[in-house]
């Protein structure tokens, strides 16, 4: 956006040149817009490059946290902020609350590692300087958690991201958090003199890793309560273990979308868990489940309809998958017996799309006989064998799509 002359002069005060801008205006205002057209260049070259705020840090509240027993740095909650660059940045932001038994903060592991791993493939990433025991009880630490989403929410367009993609992360404690969030949120208050507070301060999705989650907490799960993705391991202690499967059963009883991964094996405390074969996959999931549910890109999946043929006749069972061009979009997969008829909660997103077909049957006309209908798995990735290019649709609204394949 550009600054107006008022923002010129700031901007240059800022810098320090304070000289360029305090000569007399003798020249009927020729100097100022000289000063404008410089800071307009200095903004867009600012925003071809990294951006200024990425690896910065704010307080979540200048002039004082409430409850507030001093004005130590761990009397100040704050927020570290990692963006990601220009070229990658998707609008997706994650606000991480490290673990540490709100009695230490495992900031590296816990936030800096997987800030840097998220900003890897485009979204914003906001790590928590949450208040801690013996002076501070798990109930003043969820106003930090609940202020860090308000504050990431109210500076969207500063931070480059989507006020309605913004998530949670935490481990352990921050799993507290992150849980506690997710359930205890309010809609702001709109008469607040704080600007912030007058923000919404319920996550979009929420994502505790090996977490200690509130055992009252399941009780409290509405369907409006948000997407959730869980990760636990068996090897980590039972209780743990036990408070995550009451909170995903309350997320499929009230039909909210989640995600739940219990690995046989798994340190609590691990983070990332690099190099781990079982529970270092867990990052790699969570990816997958950003790009399927929509968080990385701002389309709106769409209703298709049309026609699946092999060979001129109907494919008779099997799986046609949908790839975006965009690497942020989400992919498709549906079950198809020669028609397609998807609803706008699981459909593709407008554009462009390489299509997949796989036969899963030749013939289920009688499937009580325990037969074989083909030799093995078949699948179809463009529309005859002599084909140079992938099979692609455009996707759009009401606009029904064929796909045909000979395989001759």
């Not at 010129?8 to 009927?28: C, I, Q, R, S, W």
Request: with cysteine; net charge negative; hydrophobic share 40%.
């Amino acid at each position: 956006m550009p600054w107006s002359p008022d923002q010129a002069l700031a901007k240059f005060e800022d810098l320090g040149d304070t000289h360029l801008y305090k000569v007399p205006m003798a020249n009927g205002g020729k100097i100022m817009r000289l000063l404008y057209i410089l800071c307009l260049m200095m903004g867009s070259m600012s925003a071809m490059g990294n951006n200024q705020l990425h690896d910065s840090s704010v307080l979540l509240w200048p002039d004082g946290a409430p409850q507030a027993k001093g004005t130590e740095t761990t009397d100040q909650p704050g927020l570290t902020i990692h963006l990601p660059s220009n070229d990658k940045a998707t609008g997706a932001a994650i606000v991480i609350y490290p673990g540490g038994g709100f009695s230490k903060l495992a900031s590296d592991n816990e936030g800096l590692h997987v800030a840097r791993w998220l900003n890897s493939f485009g979204v914003a990433a906001f790590v928590v300087r949450y208040r801690l025991r013996p002076n501070y009880e798990p109930t003043v630490a969820l106003l930090d958690a609940q202020r860090a989403i308000r504050h990431v929410r109210h500076n969207a367009t500063t931070y480059g991201v989507d006020s309605n993609r913004i998530g949670v992360l935490g481990f352990s404690a921050g799993g507290h958090l992150a849980t506690g969030v997710a359930i205890r949120y309010d809609a702001g208050n709109p008469e607040a003199t704080d600007p912030i507070d007058s923000e919404s301060s319920r996550p979009d999705f929420t994502v505790p890793i090996y977490p200690v989650i509130d055992e009252a907490l399941p009780n409290l799960v509405t369907p409006e309560s948000p997407p959730a993705f869980l990760v636990a391991t068996h090897e980590d202690l039972a209780p743990r273990i036990k408070g995550s499967l009451p909170f995903y059963e309350a997320l499929l009883d009230n039909e909210v979308p989640a995600e739940i991964h219990v690995f046989a094996k798994g340190k609590h405390g691990a983070g990332l868990a690099p190099g781990d074969p079982s529970m270092g996959q867990w990052s790699t999931l969570l990816a997958n489940w950003l790009r399927t549910s929509g968080f990385l890109a701002d389309k709106q999946r769409i209703a298709v309809s049309g026609t699946v043929t092999i060979d001129g006749k109907p494919l008779s069972w099997g799986g046609v998958a949908f790839i975006p061009e965009d690497p942020n979009a989400p992919s498709t997969w549906v079950f198809s017996s020669g028609k397609l008829n998807i609803d706008a909660a699981s459909g593709p997103v407008p554009g462009p799309h390489r299509v997949e077909v796989h036969v899963l049957s030749k013939n289920i006309s009688d499937m009580t006989k325990g037969t074989y209908s083909m030799d093995g798995p078949a699948r179809y990735t463009k529309t005859s064998p002599d084909a140079t290019e992938p099979l692609r649709v455009m996707i759009e609204a009401n606009k029904a799509i064929t796909i045909a394949i000979t395989t001759e």
